[in-house]
């Protein structure tokens, strides 16, 4: 009963109008948000042309005014913003006298990131992750288990403060960078005792719980299992809706633009978050395939306008049964997050290295390779401020986190090509997992 009003306070006084715009927007016609979503891309043009010198320096040399760009057909003219782009223009990325916040990535395809983002954003940010909550039926008060990890996300859950907000919450946080299948064996027994309400978590951490609940012969039966960071193959969804029953939600998203698409209690696919982001899909293949291209609505110290996110998805052709408005993604491709195991059978999920290269400059993109128990072969593409004392810091993390046994190679190379099927894996294990 506490952690239910305490939910309801909070939800009250935080971003109370915009949850209540999102909620009001999925029920909107389609036209409607798309005018409303075009109201917010043409002031986003207009505040970057006017503060941030990257784009001021974009216009210029395009020749055009902000005022130029009139449809949705001359806004898909504009150039893509890259990763590189972002590197290599961090500083004229800012919006002069922009008060916000630094934020890092390590990137589902390898490539690091540093940005920022300001109040308005952070405040959609919240609305976002709590429309993904509610679509998975969470309504507040429930019994929550976070199988989670980043020392940016971590460090909270240690703060007195924060473990008090968790008590009172009803939630639980597991750090899923730091965790044996001895623990693992552990952490099963508990929640099966504890039987959560909801469960979120990276997908490949989810399917070691599930094998692990299948193994000790335990029972756990949540409301709703929320999947995300990383890609929720049918072979995935089929063992977590066989071990959890069938309550199994996609996420995707990203820490630079939070939350993108969501799935909902229909199952028939991904609802694009309209009220936060703007979604393209482009170069499609004959099936539909093509490149993500988000532009948030919101992050006006820091625009991602036509961001190339780096992963892959399809449309799907049709309206959802649950009668929302926001327009479907059929499938999300381009999350492949692997578990590394270490020489002491430490299991290590493949999201603790794009966490990891938080913390160094000078790389483009990444990829690490588990050739045998011991060794990992780390491929880097250098860029022009790689500093030489990475190689030791990333060695000395990696031994310290995950296994002092592990024999480390390093290769720079000019360039990591992604699998065929377009997708860029960062994290490669040719060894199984194997449970005791």
Known sequence: MLAKLAYVLRNFVESKGQKALAQEMEWWPRE??????????????EHAQGAVPYYQRL????????????????????????????????????????????????????????????TEYKEWETVSLYWGFNLCGFRGGEKQVFLW???????????????????????RFINAFDITDRQLKRVAQELSRWQPDYMWGYASTLGLLADQIVKGGLQLRPKGVQSTAGTLYPSLRNKLEQVFGKVVY???????????????????????????????????????LGKIIVTNLHNKAFPFIRYDIGDLAIWANRRCGCGRSFP????????TVEIITSPS???????????????VKGVR???????????????????????????????????????PKFEIRF???????????????FVLSKVPVKLR
Not at 69 to 95: C, H, V, Y
Not at 411 to 425: C, N, Q, T, Y
Request: proline share 2%.
């Open 32 to 45: 409607r948000t798309k005018a409303w979503q075009w109201a917010k891309v043409k002031g986003l043009l």
């Open 59 to 118: 216009f210029a040399d395009l020749g055009i005014q902000a005022s130029d760009i009139r449809s949705w057909d001359d806004f898909a003219s504009l150039p893509i913003l890259t990763k590189e782009d972002i590197q290599d223009n961090l500083g004229r990325l800012l919006a002069r006298g922009a008060r916000a916040v630094e934020n890092q990535t390590g990137g589902s395809t390898g490539q690091p990131l540093r940005f920022y983002q300001d």
């Open 149 to 171: 990890g980043s020392d940016y996300d971590s460090k909270w859950h240690k703060n007195l403060k924060v473990r008090l907000r968790d008590l009172t919450h009803n939630i």
């Open 250 to 288: 996609d996420r995707y998203g990203s820490r630079e633009v939070s939350n993108i698409a969501h799935e909902c209690s229909e199952h028939q696919g991904l609802h694009e978050a309209s009220f936060h982001n703007y979604v393209e899909i482009i170069g499609g293949d004959d099936f539909g």
């Open 328 to 335: 479907l993604l059929e499938r999300v491709v381009g999350r």
């Open 345 to 359: 059978g430490k299991l290590i999920d493949g999201e603790f290295f794009t966490h990891l290269f938080y913390k």
């Open 365 to 403: 993109r990444f990829q690490i390779v588990q050739e045998s128990h011991n060794l990992l072969v780390i491929r880097i593409v250098k860029a022009e401020d790689f500093e030489t004392d990475t190689l030791s810091f990333l060695e000395s993390k990696i031994k310290e986190h995950g296994d």
């Open 411 to 425: 290769e720079f190379v000019d360039r990591i090509p992604p699998l065929s099927s377009g997708k860029m894996a």
